[in-house]
């Protein structure tokens, strides 16, 4: 097996394993908490923040990757906040990919979460706070329970959009062998390379066979809700 792939492109999909991890898990807080209140919250400015949620996903990939570069670049605003506080560099780094692919995969993320919350009953959210329940106790002890397939959904689709995302990534971070140089980024540079077209067909099965693992996990557990709702 070790055979199969050379060393660089063992470490892209390394590379993609760990930045589509990293990006998952940072982003998954978040996503609940957005698509909590989507779900459950009447405000004003709830239809802008799902526009807001959405237009990765309608805006071309690599205009995501150029306001990233504007934005958390090292003299960008926030590219320069969070390395003075914190010193942490996402310009040409690999946790600047695992940014762009969570930012990427947070509306696939969020749309999950959203529909699974939902299709909770909202009665018994009720009912367990007239019982007594603190808010967040309901959350803990009602919500979160039932919700969980599509927590789980979301947190996979993310995963999976990350472990493919290329244009926002080559824009942010460029394809830099070992540092930046995700699964994606490497079959774009095989097919550039002569020779370079088997190993860039193997790569290219590992990412299908990943995604629909990802979109098989994503569809039991959407049934998973559908049938709850259904009840």
Known sequence: MTDWLGPAEWSALWLSLKVAFWATLVSLPLGFAVAYALARGRFFGRQALNVLVHLPLVMPPVVTGYLLLLGFGRTGPLGATFEALFGLVFAFRWTGAALAAGIMGFPLMVRAIRLSLEAVDAGLEEAAGTLGA??????????????????VAGAVLAFAKGMGEFGATITFVSNIPGQTQTLALSIDTLLEVPGGEPLALRLAIVSIVIAAAALIVSELLANRVVRRRAL
């Open 134 to 151: 603190s808010p967040l106790r309901v959350l803990c002890t009602v919500t979160l329970p039932l919700a969980w397939p599509g927590i």
